[in-house]
């Protein structure tokens, strides 16, 4: 089972800011098939990323995704104020099972 | 729209059951394999459990098989999680959710269904 670690736990961070959040395998993840999810208080996850760079209907371009083979980077250019949420990697080429990160809470300073 | 509304939450005492449904509307129900995950409060997602789009392949998670059994009627457009010998751990929201293929991402998550294991 392939386990996925998110860094940092937590970040803090203006609007208007750059975020940068980590997600690493502990093996390589098969055809790069990794999403990232964005999850608000109350809220289900919503898919913002799949494959590691393709952006789902509907996402800002503002996020982007990168990495390959056990390092992967969810950036968000310019942070909104409803940018400030949870946000969960998951790796998807070697299910099932699926494994998701621990995530990473994006937090206004 | 695609929309998934989950039922059949609510609380249990332990080694009890309890049923729950997804009702999916607005996409072609038998064409798209279905999960359930679930976040217990204040954790992370966890897989539970997938289906075919036919039904006819079931996955589970390690610390679920045996206990749970998914299953989905196309008939009726229905995703069901039949959830036996409940334990203290299994406290959860459980979310519906679709996925592109067995192995595929997750698209579209239901707004989840609050399960509450205690005596």
């Known amino acids: 089972e392939i386990v996925l670690t998110q860094s940092p736990g937590t970040l803090s961070l203006s609007p208007g800011e750059r975020a940068t959040l980590s997600c690493r395998a502990s093996q390589s993840v098969s055809s790069n098939f990794l999403a990232w999810y964005q999850q608000k208080p109350g809220q289900a996850p919503r898919l913002l990323i799949y494959?590691?760079?393709s952006r789902a209907t509907g996402i800002p371009d503002r996020f982007s995704g990168s990495g390959s083979g056990t390092d992967f980077t969810l950036t968000i250019s310019r942070l909104e104020p409803e940018d400030f949420a949870v946000y969960y990697c998951q790796q998807y080429g070697s299910s099932p099972p699926d494994t998701f990160g621990q995530g990473t809470k994006l937090e206004i300073k | 729209e695609v929309q998934l509304l989950e039922s059949g939450g609510g609380l249990v005492q332990p080694g009890g059951s309890l049923r729950l449904s997804c009702a999916a509307s607005?996409?072609?129900?038998?064409?798209?394999?279905m999960s359930w995950v679930r976040q217990a409060p204040g954790k992370g997602l966890e897989w539970v459990s997938t289906i075919s789009g036919s039904g006819g392949g079931t996955y589970y998670a390690d610390s679920v098989k045996g206990r749970f059994t998914i299953s989905r009627d196309n008939s009726k457009n229905t995703l069901n999680l039949q959830m036996n010998s409940l334990r203290d751990e299994d406290t959860a929201v459980y979310y519906c959710?679709?996925?592109?293929?067995?192995?595929?991402?997750?698209?579209?998550w239901g707004q989840g269904t609050l399960i509450t294991v205690s005596s």
């Open positions: 494959g590691a760079s």
């Open positions: 959710a679709r996925r592109i293929g067995v192995a595929g991402r997750i698209d579209y």
């Open positions: 607005g996409f072609t129900f038998s064409s798209y394999a």
